[in-house]
């Protein structure tokens, strides 16, 4: 009887530890994220992310619209490391919007007031920006 408990708890404890420990799952990214809801009456704002640029390089919009920013990272170069981007304005309110290689993201943004012209940028990537213009 000893013999058969001890085999068991053998197989048994190490199973158990196999199936406790481990690294926490990483968030599921969706590549294709569906418009938010409230997104009805935005303007809707296309770009798109490559390897050395935001495409287009400028977008203008009306001083207190909402946009929804679609935004579509194509930077995906066969054999290197799949490049992820971000689009960010702190200044103006956008907060960052995080876009994963081959993904495209929707995201509503609130919209800024005050006219003029301002940056939009990569963080990840220093060099990669736009310009918005509000008018």
């Known amino acids: 009887m000893q013999k058969a ?3 068991f708890l053998l197989w048994v404890i190490p199973l158990a530890l196999a199936g406790c420990g481990g690294k926490p799952a990483e968030p599921q990214v969706v590549m294709d994220e569906p418009v ?3 997104a009805e009456d935005a303007i809707v704002v296309e770009l798109e992310f490559t390897a050395d640029e935001i495409i287009p390089k400028e977008v203008t919009i009306p001083a207190n619209k909402k946009v929804l920013f679609v935004i579509y990272n194509s930077d995906t170069k066969p054999g290197d490391k799949h490049e992820d981007h ?3 304005a702190p200044d103006i309110g956008l907060k960052e919007i ?3 290689s081959g993904q ?4 509503l943004w609130e919209g800024y ?3 003029g012209e301002y940056r939009l940028g990569c963080t990840i990537h220093s060099w990669i920006d736009m310009t918005l213009v509000v008018k």
Do not use: D, E, Q
């Not at 495209?104 to 995201?107: A, C, F, G, I, S």
């Open 5 to 7: 408990t001890l085999i």
């Open 36 to 38: 938010p809801p409230g």
């Open 86 to 88: 971000n689009l960010v």
């Open 98 to 100: 995080l876009v994963v």
């Open 104 to 107: 495209t993201v929707r995201r």
């Open 113 to 115: 007031g005050t006219p």
